[in-house]
Each structure stands twice: as structure tokens, then as C-alpha cells.
């Protein structure tokens, strides 16, 4: 059985460095065909794409947090990580890892809330 | 920046049927942008219905369906019941970049 665990934490100050890691049981993140993606949902909104990494290490982004975002996976924890540098305010969500196939998101965790907060 | 939306809210009864719509800003969508469903209920992660349209996965009671509908991508609940009550989105896939609908808040009443 597949499972996905967030953890990081919960607590991050303005202009700082918002650190995620997923931990995968069931499945090497390694397995070809899938890729390992961040989603949030801040509170009260809806859910928002940030970005993923395939198996192979290729790593894909959206635009609009394209810049401040990287994501990296680290085969022998069989774990994958979100960085989101300058967060501010606007950065308080929901975290949510998930695994994509090729044709849609399937599994989720279930979630991590990180506070931006001074 | 590419939009996607949903009908903010709906009602149906129990027993009814109902259909919620996800639209592109981009124009019509099409199988190309694997629509994905997927129900979230409060202080739970979302769970996938959908994927590629019209699939099920092996957990999505066969009451719900996937569809393209005049131009949307469309999920039908069909027989509803009172624990269908929840929010529902969609998700499209623009050539690599992924975007999430709104979502749609369904009420069972």
C-alpha cells in the first residue's frame, strides 16, 4: 500500500526558507512512469500546484512560483523535498505531497500546515 | 495565466443527479488536458475520483462519472447520497503546467 508523509516545520519566518520533506512507503520513488509533486491549499482556498520531479530527476514548476521554488528527491530515504525561499504570508497553506502517473494525481498525504509568521 | 473554473456551489437531493463543469480560459477543453476529479471533505486531503476524463480508480463508486461536456470537462454524481456532500475539483494539464479549478462546493439536501 502506497503512503506519503509530510513532515517540516510548521512555523517559518517572512523572508525565510520554507523546507518539506515526503517520505514514500510502498513504492521507490524511483519506479519509472511516476513523478512526485508539492500541492497547497491555503486555508480556506482551493488547491494550487506548485511542482514536481520525475524519477529520473527532472523537475518541473509553475510559473508563477517558478522562481523561488526547488524541488529534489533523495533516492536512498526514498523522500522528496520542497524548498520556497522569501516566503511571506501569502505562503500559509496547506501542504499536501502526492504521486502523479502519467495521466493524473492519484495518491495523497495528508498534508502539512506551515505557518508564515514573524 | 491560465484559468480554470468551476461553479462555486450546488445543491442537489438525495437520490438526484448532478453535474459539475470545469472550464478553460484557453478555450475548449479536450481529453489532451486529462481532466482530473477529485473530492476533498473538511479537514481531509483530497481524494482522486477521476483521472484522464472519464476513469475511474479502483476506490470511485461507479455513481460518479467523467465526461467532456460542450466544451468543459463534466463530472456527474449520479444517485447521490448524503456522504457525497463535499467540495469537488478539477484539474487540467496545459502541456506539462497543471492547474487546479476553483472548486466546487456541492451541498446534499
Known amino acids: 500500500q502506497l503512503q506519503l508523509q509530510e513532515s517540516g516545520p510548521g512555523l517559518v519566518k517572512p523572508s525565510e526558507t520554507l523546507s518539506l520533506t515526503c517520505t514514500v512507503s510502498?513504492?521507490?520513488?524511483?519506479?519509472?512512469?511516476?513523478?512526485w509533486a508539492w500541492i497547497r491549499q491555503p486555508p480556506g482556498k482551493g488547491l494550487e500546484w506548485i511542482g514536481s520531479?520525475?524519477?529520473?530527476?527532472?523537475?518541473s514548476y509553475t510559473p508563477s512560483l517558478r522562481s523561488r521554488v526547488t524541488i529534489s528527491a533523495d533516492t536512498s530515504k526514498n523522500q522528496f523535498s520542497l524548498k520556497l525561499s522569501s516566503v511571506t504570508a501569502a505562503d500559509t497553506a496547506l501542504y499536501y505531497c502526492?504521486?502523479?502517473?502519467?495521466?493524473?494525481?492519484?495518491?495523497w498525504g495528508q498534508g502539512t500546515l506551515v505557518r508564515v509568521s514573524s | 495565466q491560465t484559468v480554470v473554473t468551476q461553479e462555486p456551489s450546488l445543491t442537489v437531493s438525495p437520490g438526484g443527479t448532478v453535474t459539475l463543469t470545469c472550464a478553460s480560459s484557453?478555450?475548449?477543453?479536450?481529453?489532451?488536458?486529462?481532466p482530473n476529479w477529485f473530492q476533498q471533505k473538511p479537514g481531509q486531503p483530497p481524494r482522486t475520483l477521476i483521472y484522464?476524463?472519464?476513469n475511474r480508480h479502483s476506490w470511485t463508486p461507479a455513481r460518479f462519472s467523467g465526461s467532456l461536456l460542450g466544451g468543459k470537462a463534466a463530472l456527474t454524481l449520479s444517485s447521490v447520497q448524503p456522504e457525497d456532500e463535499a467540495e469537488y475539483c478539477c484539474?487540467?494539464?496545459?502541456?506539462?503546467?497543471?492547474?487546479f479549478g476553483g472548486g466546487t462546493k456541492l451541498t446534499v439536501l
Open positions: 502526492a504521486r502523479r502517473q502519467q495521466l493524473g494525481v492519484d495518491y
Open positions: 510502498g513504492l521507490s520513488i524511483s519506479s519509472s512512469s511516476y513523478h
Open positions: 520531479i520525475s524519477s529520473s530527476g527532472i523537475t
Open positions: 484557453t478555450g475548449p477543453v479536450t481529453g489532451g488536458h486529462q
Open positions: 484522464s476524463t472519464n
Open positions: 484539474l487540467l494539464n496545459f502541456g506539462g503546467t497543471l492547474v
